[in-house]
C-alpha cells in the first residue's frame, strides 16, 4: 500500500488515500464532484539520525571532504 496526495483544480480540495500501487487516479472530487484531479507529488520525508554520514562527508571544522569517486 502507498499513500497517494490528490488535489482538484475545480475548488481546491485536497485529500490522501492509500491504496494499493498501479492504483488508476480517482475520476472525481469527493468535495465538489468535479472531473478533474491530479496527482500532487511531494518529495520524501528523509531524516538522517546517528553519526556516520556527518562523520563521514564533514571535517571536524564543519566542511564537506570532497571525495575521489571512481
Partial sequence: ???YEYECPRCGYA???RLPMGTPTPTHCPDCKGRRVRKVFSPPAIQFHGEGFHVNDYDSHGRR???ATG
Fill in 1 to 3: 500500500m502507498a499513500v
Fill in 15 to 17: 485529500w490522501e488515500e
Fill in 65 to 67: 571532504v570532497e571525495r
